[in-house]
């Protein structure tokens, strides 16, 4: 039981901060399709600070360190949609789904080449890290606390700060919604979505790392991450672009992944005898029901997915 | 007013917005190589050159005329799949949808004639229909909740990527040798659910995996290219997909057709997998852990070739040609991987050929201002 508590949590770190990222994105009129392949970027940017990290460093400053890589890593592969989306009006479905073969491409391609490098036979596109793994993790009692449970707490508390009650954040929101009018009170709408996207950038960088150090001690890039991306937008659109219900859809479909790693725990699950396989699926099967009962009254930005020009009317 | 003759019908070819598509798409190839390369020389300076020409060349990498001609077979097999799948996205892109489901559905189309040809014995046609339907179904599951339930098509098709995978896996772990996780080779179980070859096989030097798959690729992208431009069913849908408020006061039934557009999208996507793996080119790794590339290669296609079905005949080719070229570079420096970040390059570019053509016909406006 406890095991499956652990799993909910950090499963649903990764996807709140994750569908966060989505909804900052999204709030300043971007769509972000592509978050999948960020998180792949900054996994891979976090797994290689690790594994160069010497082994002495103090735990802070490895998570201090492996973070930044992965928030940095993720910002700079997003301005690759901020650019194309923003300033050159490209169909941001488009390069967000070239985002995403982007990502998962570079990745292995980096990490094999990195692995050729150190032996010629090694051809795997593995990082292991091990060691500096454990820095993020606390032993209380028989609960593994991460710390990036706390991250993702404190990082949804904040975003609700952000986007409610902070300047910034209604002006965000403004530029997401009707763009014309946000730029009329003097607004620089470029610059709002530009930095929507950077936060989502930085956040999806972020959650890639958390689902990266989520239970193992290596992580075989040619994987991805497995739709996560993807399961975090559908967080976003059940939580309906509102910080609070993100994170309490969030911990739903946390649930439902980790069932699949433990449910072998659960003697009521064994009985029933179904196939692992069954486990698997659960998650996208159940946020495809999910998305049936709250899409119809969806309240996502009015502007989103428009290039926003400022000769139009 | 000076302007000769010659550099005015210069100009209006310039203007042609086909002409401006080809161009467009050209750049992208090249700009997509050219960083392809430049990833080659940062990973190692020394065999770049050598490793971008092996992309280049794919089955050329042969001497023999005969060997050669043999791998362009297998190299043509593959892009008949993949043009299928490219055909899948644009249908779907067409009518205003995004189909990354395409991956998805080719999954099921191969769970589908596999096991139809393994298990049940079937002939080819009745696998390939099987093919067909299924991942038609597929299509439509997506399709109908995007039209009844708002759902964004691009997250359902998402999911049932997954859950599709997961399913054939189960399905096909059925038929699967009893020592390896590979499906029997339809060759030993079931030769007749393979698909003739009517001679092509002599053609490509006895390659025994070109089959009708091949001609029959290339008849239905004709036909996709006729429904669209030149009948009326074409013109409702793409209307559909352009304004379906418009659609729907003009009598269109906009539900019924953005349902339909995804059955066929679903369609031709499982076709794609009737015609690769009906020919018993590869076996079904029952322990894959995710989609085949094939799908979103054929989103690659598919905006490469401009979205015309014509087009994507040639880009679909490209793209397979430099995928198979990966497999020859010098493995112990680079991975087959590179062609994958190539060919994801030159999609990220392919959003860039509207604002080309705009900033094209900007600067021909000007320079024909000047003229005069």
Same mark, same amino acid.
């Given at each position: 039981?406890?095991?499956?508590?652990?799993?909910?949590?950090?499963?649903?770190s990764?996807?709140?901060?994750v569908?966060?990222g989505?909804?900052?994105?999204e709030h300043s009129?971007?769509?972000n399709i592509?978050?999948e392949?960020?998180?792949?970027?900054?996994?891979?940017?976090?797994?290689?600070?690790?594994?160069?990290?010497?082994a002495g460093?103090?735990?802070?400053?490895i998570?201090v360190?492996?973070?930044l890589?992965s928030?940095?890593?993720?910002?700079?592969f997003s301005l690759?949609?901020?650019?194309?989306?923003?300033k050159?009006?490209?169909d941001?479905?488009?390069?967000g789904?070239?985002l995403n073969?982007?990502?998962p491409?570079a990745a292995?391609?980096l990490?094999?080449?990195?692995?050729?490098a150190?032996?010629v036979d090694n051809?795997s596109?593995?990082?292991?890290y091990?060691q500096?793994?454990k820095a993020?993790?606390l032993?209380i009692?028989r609960f593994?606390f991460n710390?990036?449970?706390l991250i993702?707490?404190l990082?949804?508390?904040?975003?609700?700060v952000?986007?409610?009650?902070?300047?910034?954040?209604l002006r965000?929101?403004a530029?997401?919604?009707?763009?014309q009018?946000?730029?009329?009170v003097g607004?620089?709408?470029y610059k709002m979505?530009?930095?929507?996207v950077l936060?989502?950038?930085a956040?999806?960088g972020?959650?890639?790392?958390?689902y990266i150090?989520?239970?193992v001690?290596?992580?075989?890039?040619?994987n991805g991450?497995?739709?996560?991306g993807?399961l975090?937008l559908?967080?976003?659109?059940f939580g309906q672009?509102?910080p609070?219900?993100?994170?309490?859809?969030?911990l739903l479909f946390?649930?439902?992944?980790?069932?699949?790693n433990?449910?072998?725990?659960?003697d009521a699950?064994?009985?029933l005898k179904l196939p692992?396989?069954?486990?698997n699926?659960l998650?996208?099967?159940?946020?495809?029901?999910?998305?049936?009962?709250?899409s119809?009254k969806?309240r996502?930005?009015?502007a989103?997915?428009?290039?926003?020009?400022k000769?139009q009317? | 007013m000076?302007?000769s003759?010659?550099?005015?019908k210069?100009e209006s070819l310039l203007?042609?917005?086909?002409?401006q598509?080809i161009?467009?798409?050209?750049?992208?190839i090249?700009?997509?190589?050219l960083?392809?390369y430049? +990833? &080659?020389?940062?990973i190692?300076? @020394?065999g770049a050159?050598? !490793?971008i020409v #092996?992309?280049?060349?794919?089955?050329?990498?042969?001497?023999?005329?005969?060997a050669a001609t043999?791998?362009?077979?297998?190299?043509l097999v593959?892009?008949?799949a993949?043009?299928?799948c490219?055909?899948s996205?644009?249908?779907?892109w067409?009518?205003?949808?995004?189909n990354i489901?395409?991956a998805?559905?080719?999954?099921?189309?191969?769970?589908a004639?596999?096991y139809?040809?393994?298990g049940l014995g079937?002939?080819?046609?009745?696998c390939?229909?099987?093919? +067909? &339907?299924?991942?038609a179904f597929v @299509?439509?599951i997506?399709? !109908?909740l995007k #039209?009844?339930?708002?759902?964004n098509?691009?997250i359902?098709?998402?999911?049932?990527?997954w859950?599709g995978l997961?399913l054939?896996n189960?399905?096909?772990?059925?038929v699967?040798?009893?020592?390896?996780p590979?499906?029997?080779?339809l060759?030993s179980v079931n030769?007749s659910?393979?698909l003739p070859n009517i001679g092509?096989?002599q053609?490509f030097s006895?390659?025994?995996f070109v089959?009708i798959?091949?001609p029959l690729?290339v008849?239905?992208?004709?036909?996709?290219?006729?429904?669209l431009?030149?009948?009326?069913?074409?013109f409702e849908?793409?209307?559909?997909?352009?304004?379906?408020?418009?659609?729907k006061?003009?009598g269109m039934?906009e539900?019924?057709n953005?349902i339909?557009?995804?059955?066929i999208?679903?369609g031709l996507?499982?076709f794609?997998?009737?015609?690769?793996?009906?020919?018993g080119?590869e076996q079904?790794?029952?322990?894959?852990?995710?989609v085949?590339?094939?799908?979103f290669?054929g989103i690659?296609a598919?905006?490469l070739?401009?979205?015309n079905?014509l087009?994507?005949i040639?880009?679909s080719?490209?793209i397979?040609h430099i995928?198979?070229?990966?497999?020859?570079v010098?493995?112990?420096?680079?991975?087959t991987q590179i062609?994958d970040l190539?060919?994801a390059f030159i999609i990220y570019?392919?959003g860039f050929?509207l604002?080309?053509?705009?900033?094209?016909?900007?600067?021909?406006?000007k320079r024909?201002?000047k003229?005069?």
């Open positions: 039981m406890l095991l499956l508590i652990q799993y909910t949590l950090i499963f649903a990764v996807l709140v901060l569908a966060l989505g909804c900052f994105s009129g971007v769509i592509g978050l392949g960020i998180m792949v970027v900054g996994a891979l940017g976090g797994a290689l600070t690790m594994k160069y990290l010497p460093t103090a735990a802070v400053l998570i360190l492996v973070i890589a928030v940095l890593v993720g910002m700079i690759l949609l901020g650019v194309a989306a923003i050159f009006n490209a941001q479905t488009l390069v789904t070239a073969l982007l990502g491409a292995v391609v990490v094999r080449a990195i692995n050729t150190e032996s051809v596109s593995t990082v292991a091990g500096a793994k993020f993790v032993n009692g593994e710390w990036f449970m993702a707490f990082v949804l508390v904040a975003s609700y952000i986007l409610y009650k902070t300047r910034f954040g965000l929101c530029c997401g919604e009707h763009p009018a946000a730029d009329s607004i620089n709408v979505r530009y930095a929507g936060i989502s950038g956040l999806g972020l959650g890639g790392l958390v150090t989520a239970g001690s290596e992580w075989k890039f040619e991450v497995a739709g996560f993807f975090a559908a967080v976003m659109i672009w509102r609070v219900n993100i994170g309490l859809a969030a946390g649930l439902f992944r980790a069932l699949s433990v449910y072998t725990g659960f699950l064994v009985a692992s396989t069954v486990y699926m998650p996208y099967i159940i946020s495809l029901i999910v998305l049936v009962f709250v119809g969806s996502a930005p009015k989103e997915g428009i290039p926003y020009d000769g009317r | 000076q302007m003759k010659e550099s005015r210069k203007r042609n917005s086909g002409f598509t161009l467009g798409s050209l750049l992208c090249i700009i997509g190589l960083i392809g430049v +990833v &080659l020389l940062i190692n300076p @020394g050159g050598k !490793a #092996a992309i280049l060349k794919n089955f050329l990498y042969y001497p023999s005329a005969a043999k791998y362009l077979g297998t190299t593959k892009a008949s993949l043009l299928m490219s055909l996205v644009l249908f779907a067409k009518v205003g949808l995004f489901g395409a998805g559905q080719y999954v099921v189309g191969v769970g004639c596999l139809f040809g393994i079937m002939p080819w046609y009745v390939m229909l099987a093919a +067909v &339907l299924t991942a @299509g439509g997506s399709g !109908a #039209a009844y339930f708002n759902v098509e691009v359902s098709c998402i999911m049932l990527n859950i997961y054939v189960m399905l096909l772990s059925l699967k040798e009893q020592s390896t590979y499906t029997k080779p060759k030769k659910a393979l092509l096989d053609v006895k390659n025994e089959t798959g091949l690729a008849v239905m992208a004709v036909i996709v290219w006729v429904v431009e030149k009948t009326k069913f074409g849908l793409k209307a559909t997909g352009m304004n379906k408020n418009a659609a006061y003009c039934r539900k019924r953005i339909l557009t995804m059955v999208a679903g996507a499982g794609g997998a009737a015609i690769f793996y009906l020919t080119i079904w790794m029952v322990q894959q852990t995710s085949p590339a094939m799908g290669n690659a598919a905006f070739g401009g979205s079905p087009g994507a040639l880009s080719y490209f397979q995928t198979s070229g990966g497999t020859y010098d493995k112990t420096m680079y991975c062609s190539i060919s570019l392919c050929v604002f080309f053509k705009v900033w094209l016909n900007r600067f021909l406006d024909e201002e003229n005069n």
